[in-house]
Nanobody, 127 residues
């Protein structure tokens, strides 16, 4: 049974930092596409950061230079380091794995391409 469990969310003031983690079990994602998505109140789910099998990354324009996605294959854990947080970053953050079983060559940000999802962790940024 595949499980993705996020942690590390919380409430911070604008300009602060948080580090999200996503622990995977029942699934080895070293060759998979892995992403962080977020969904704010009244908004559609959007791709925030993506990482391919070789560690190449892709980011939404809104977070470039502030967020960093990384992974530890030995620990089967995905991370999202968030700095210079803004109130508009407030959202539920989800990690996702593509689940295709193939090798991910290109980091992608489209939610329809992902089969496995965590339950989410809330990030709230106050001004």
């Amino acid at each position: 049974q595949v499980q993705l469990v996020e942690s590390g969310g919380g409430s911070v003031q604008a300009g602060g930092s948080l580090r999200l983690s996503c622990a995977a079990s029942g699934y080895t994602y070293s060759s998979s596409c892995m992403d962080w998505f977020r969904q704010g109140p009244g908004k559609e789910r959007e791709g925030v950061a993506a990482i391919a099998a070789d560690g190449s990354t892709n980011y939404a324009d809104s977070v470039k230079g502030r967020f960093t996605i990384s992974k530890d294959n030995a620990k089967n854990t995905l991370y999202l380091q968030m700095k210079s947080l803004k109130p508009e970053d407030t959202a539920m953050y989800y990690c996702a794995a593509d689940g295709s079983g193939g090798y991910c060559y290109t980091p992608i940000l489209h939610p329809a391409d992902f089969a496995y999802w965590g339950q989410g962790t809330q990030v709230t940024v106050s001004s």
